[in-house]
């Protein structure tokens, strides 16, 4: 049941190739059987009147004997032969010679109004004459003699049948071959436009086969491919239904190459919660068993840099308390992403706020020779507390890798729904080959740096439902901040 339901296209076209070959062969033999029952129907109705005019012929001359040039009686001879047109009759001895020979032919330039004239026996022509003789030769009392002969240009067909041991009767019949020739002509061009077509079946199932077979091995060969590896191309077939198919083979292997791209992206945004989560884990750990030693470390450490001491000991606790300092802005940094805002997202104009953090960021900016530059205005929709903390680091982050006397620019853009806070600088931005690493917890490239600035800052934006983006181009280095717009009243 289930082949009779799944049929093979290939074997129904092995089915159409036999039949094809079946009717090849059928057509050859019907047209040889044809012809050769037509050939053999025209002998058969040439004897078939050739011995209903001889025995007219014999009751005839039994009827009324009389001499051989008596007019009435080759009256009579010529009446029974001229229906067939083109025919000699007469009698003749058993030695082979014509004695009384009447002939009835086509005349095109007949003396009278008649198509037809009658000949006499010397009229008759040679070959003719010859081939009568012969069977005159044989024939017997009441035996009937049959021959069939080819002349060039005509089929003789001769009976005859003894009426004494010394006489007898014959009637030759000329059968134009063009009549043949007709026929056969007909059945030859026939026949091998039969078998043309049949040819022309059977090599277009050939085809048809062979690239039923080129178009399954290269799909086959495609999802083959595909299975390992979703970049691999398609392999086109040959045939255009088998394209279609390919086509949408294609179609699918994108709609695949999609949701694994969403589903690696999906990966990677679960694996970022969960660092996210283990780093808080981490922090408030931290929190409880660092920071209180820490604040108490420091305290003794100040107490000691307000006591006289010698100068080698007073640059180790100078030392030790900016260690002390540093570790404090790491557990601060840590906490910072323990924790989330209680604010509500609330309006921000970001031109002013852009301009207070460029303000306090000049002294750093300053004895670097760089200036900073902002460019275009917008209301974005957010927590200002934590975008001022994000432009801080970003502005930090520029002004520290900006070659001397070079300019960083901040540029606020508005689209239809999204605000984007784009800071570009000319540093030489980060390795290539690191590029991947750049927002990752506790990267860094600058020998003091905690590495959670930027980790921190793409944090708090995500809060808000923004994003946090890099490029290099032009070189430069472009950090932009795309946030939610205000909708304007």
């Known amino acids: 049941m289930a082949r009779s339901k799944h049929a093979s296209l290939e074997r129904r076209t092995l089915v159409l190739l036999a039949l094809a070959l079946a009717s090849l062969a059928a057509a050859v033999l019907g047209g040889l059987e044809l012809r050769a029952s037509s050939a053999g129907e025209q002998q058969r109705r040439s004897f078939e009147s050739a011995e209903v005019t001889l025995a007219g012929l014999e009751r005839t001359l039994d009827a009324s004997p009389g001499p051989p040039d008596d007019r009435a009686r080759r009256a009579r001879m010529l009446s029974l032969i001229e229906p067939l047109i083109d025919a000699s009759a007469g009698e003749c001895a058993t030695s082979g010679a014509l004695l009384d020979v009447v002939t009835i032919a086509p005349l095109f330039e007949a003396p009278t109004s008649s198509s037809f004239a009658a000949r006499s026996s010397p009229r008759m022509l040679p070959l003719d004459r010859s081939v009568v003789s012969d069977v005159c030769r044989l024939a017997r009392v009441g035996i009937l003699q049959q021959r069939r002969f080819a002349a060039p240009n005509d089929m003789l067909f001769i009976v005859a049948r003894g009426a004494s041991p010394s006489l007898a009767r014959f009637v030759l019949l000329r059968m134009p071959n063009r009549a043949r020739l007709r026929s056969d002509t007909l059945w030859l061009l026939l026949v091998p436009a039969l078998a043309v077509v049949a040819l022309a079946l059977v090599g277009l199932t050939v085809d048809l086969l062979l690239m039923l077979r080129r178009g399954r091995i290269a799909i086959e060969t495609s999802l083959a491919r595909v299975a390992v590896d979703l970049d691999a191309p398609i392999e086109p077939p040959p045939s255009v239904e088998l394209r279609s ?21 999906l990966q990677r945004s679960l694996d970022h919660a969960a660092r996210l989560a283990a780093l808080g884990r981490l922090v408030a750990g931290v929190a409880h068993e660092v920071r209180n030693p820490l604040a108490a470390v420091k305290l003794r450490l100040d107490r000691l840099q307000r006591r006289p001491l010698d100068a080698r000991s007073t640059e180790d606790v100078r030392s030790a308390n900016a260690e002390v300092v540093r570790l404090d802005a790491l557990v601060r940094s840590l906490l910072q992403l323990s924790q989330r805002s209680s604010e509500q997202p609330q309006a921000v104009a970001m031109a002013p706020l852009v301009d207070e953090r460029v303000s306090l960021m000049s002294a750093l900016a300053a004895p670097r020779a760089v200036v900073i530059e902002r460019l275009g205005e917008g209301v974005a929709r957010g927590d200002r507390a934590q975008l001022v903390q994000v432009i801080d680091n ?14 960083v620019r901040v540029r606020i853009a508005e689209a239809e729904r999204a605000l984007t806070v784009t800071i570009s600088d000319r ?25 959670l600035g930027l980790f921190l800052s793409k944090s708090l934006v995500e809060a808000q439902g923004g994003a946090l983006r890099f490029e290099r181009a032009d070189n430069e280095t472009r950090m932009t901040i795309e946030l939610e717009r205000e909708p304007t009243r």
């Open 394 to 407: 970003l502005l930090r982050n520029a002004v520290e890798a900006s070659p001397r006397g070079e300019v």
């Open 427 to 451: 540093g030489e931005g980060v390795p290539e080959d690191r590029v991947q690493e750049l927002f990752e917890p506790f990267f860094t490239t600058k020998p003091d740096g905690t590495g």
């Open 245 to 265: 198919i390919a086509d949408a083979v294609a179609q699918m292997v994108e709609r695949l190459k999609a949701s694994r791209d969403r589903e690696r992206a």
